[in-house]
């Protein structure tokens, strides 16, 4: 190992905007093998099909349809 390095010709990483953030997040165990289901026909592990799906829709500013059901008042 060198003790000095000369990084006076080095280049700015052009794909540090696209890394990926580590989240936690909760899905349903149906979903998951949904996912995991259509990501084994792709041959991709399915977090990345989690996450292509999710970028598509963000890319087309979809929003979820969400339609609470009433309670019934007695």
Partial sequence: MR?????????KNPYAKRLKLQVTIRLDKGT?????????????????LINLYLSDCAKAK???????????VS
């Fill in 32 to 48: 998951i093998e949904y996912f995991k289901g259509i990501a084994q026909d792709a041959g991709m592990p399915y977090q990345t």
């Fill in 3 to 11: 003790k000095e390095y000369d990084f006076s010709k080095a280049k």
């Fill in 62 to 72: 979809r929003k979820p349809s969400i339609q609470w059901k009433t309670a019934a």
